[in-house]
């Protein structure tokens, strides 16, 4: 059964830095890209940042509002995805979920997510 | 590449069909997603590459369109697709566009 299971999240003021992990299980990870997405309260998904496989050199690739403030990276020896935050903004509060990317038929989708974890950044 | 969808909320009562738009400021070819959004719960990926129903989701759920414009139809609406349901171009990525949401509510 595939897995994705997100955590790290919690308060921080602004300013401040915070990282999130994205354990996985049942499924091959190191072939797979991860991604960050997030949803403030009330609001749609906003896709974050992703991270591509050794296969194709860990690219990664950032929204425009998180651009040289987020880091994403990841330890295919133990599974995991790491989404660090830094001079986090209170525009920055959201559930941040993980999501994999998967190629089917010639597309791609984001077929499983994990459960969420809660950022909030405030004073 | 940005996303619009329409309309922005819909109200439809157990029974009925829904369609719901989205279309895409340049073209995208059949690189559109549909996933179904509840509160508290992760996004449910529902239609992969515009048409092709994902596994396990009921077939009451369909999607069709290419280049710009896309459509998502719910026949037979059951309580439980009541939620807000976007789009996805993944042409053009990254970044990987969402549209903003159709929120679908009880009548």
Redesign the interface.
Known sequence: EVQLVESGGGLVQPGGSLKLSCAASGFDFSASAIHWVRQASGKGLEWVARIRSKADSYGTAYSASVKGRFTISRDDSETTAHLQMNSVKIEDTAVYFCARLRWVGGTNCFDYWGQGTLVTVSP | IQMTQSPSSLSASVGDRVTITCRASQNIN??L?W?Q?KSG?????LI??AS?L?SGVPSRFSGSGSGTDFTLTITRLQPEDFA?Y?C?Q?YSA????????TNVEIK
Do not use: V
Not at chain 2, 41 to 45: E, G, H, I, M
Not at chain 2, 94 to 101: N, Q, S, V
């Open positions: 059949t690189f997603n996933y959004l719960k992760p996004p449910k990926l992969y590459g092709n994902q807000t976007l996805q993944t990254p970044p990987f566009t969402f549209g903003p949401g």
